[in-house]
């Protein structure tokens, strides 16, 4: 990719609109003609379906919503990233759900051990 498309690529990803469509991680344009034709040089379908990552997507298993959360809930087990619903969850005294293996293994790769926390 060249430097440009790479600028247009970052654009993107700060002003369009995240959500979950059919479970799945999505960006789209909204109806907003500057991101249509943005996601139409990149050559992304609107919606553009996000893959699961670090940072990104919540590490709560099964959930696919965008992370809003990093590092606060359930700390004394790991920096966890999570959605708001999550957040939200944690902050009403919910225990711990399970998280996601690529979480997991970021987190014990933190430690000398590589374990987590107990």
Not at 20 to 42: D, M, P, Q
Not at 55 to 64: N, P, R, S, W, Y
Not at 105 to 115: I, L, P, T, Y
Request: proline fraction near 3%; aromatic fraction near 12%.
């Amino acid at each position: 990719m060249n430097k440009y498309k790479d600028a247009l690529e970052g654009m993107v990803w700060q002003f369009g609109y995240k959500g979950v469509k059919g479970g799945e991680s999505i960006i789209w344009c909204g109806g907003l003609s500057a991101l249509e034709e943005a996601f139409e040089v990149l050559g992304w379908e609107d919606p553009h379906y996000v893959e699961d990552c670090d940072g990104v997507i919540c590490d709560v298993t099964g959930c696919a919503e965008w992370v809003s959360s990093q590092g606060i809930v359930w700390s004394e087990k790991g920096y966890w990233c999570v959605c708001s619903v999550h957040s939200q969850a944690y902050r009403e005294g919910a225990p711990q759900p399970e998280m996601k293996k690529r979480a997991i293994n970021r987190e014990a790769s933190r430690s000398d051990d590589g374990q987590l926390p107990l």
